[in-house]
């Protein structure tokens, strides 16, 4: 048996408990989106809708082709990527003005405060 073949089965006989590692794989998806240094363009986004995409047909493919223990890992890909999704379109969805410049709530008259 190959290294990849046992590896496959490995990740089979692991079927019934695999589904646990969803919610990881979402987080990481999130955590991976919040570590960014800006937001990302459009162009990307659609590639991440595209790329997700891709990896479903993939983990189908391989499930019916008989491997399943790879279809999981490629689904747990998939789930990182809509974890990233989910949380851009959360920030989209509750995004707010930002003011242009530097508001402070108290006033430098006052006794004690910026003295």
């Known amino acids: 048996m190959t290294p990849l073949a046992a590896l496959s089965a490995r990740l089979e006989a692991l079927n019934g408990r695999l589904m646990l ?3 990881i794989c979402l987080a990481g998806g999130i955590g991976w989106y ?4 800006r937001e990302p363009g459009s162009a990307l986004w659609i590639g991440l809708v595209a790329a997700m995409l891709m990896l479903i047909a993939l983990a189908s493919g391989l499930r019916r082709g008989g491997q399943a223990g ?5 689904a747990g890909l998939a789930l990182v990527i809509a974890g990233m999704l989910l949380a851009g379109l959360r920030t989209e969805l509750t ?3 930002v003011l ?6 108290f006033d430098s ?5 910026g003295q």
């Open 34 to 37: 919040f570590s960014l240094s």
């Open 109 to 113: 008259d006052v006794p004690g405060i």
């Open 21 to 23: 590692f969803a919610p």
């Open 95 to 97: 995004r707010a003005p």
């Open 70 to 74: 790879f279809s999981f890992a490629v």
């Open 100 to 105: 242009g410049f530097r508001h402070h709530a």
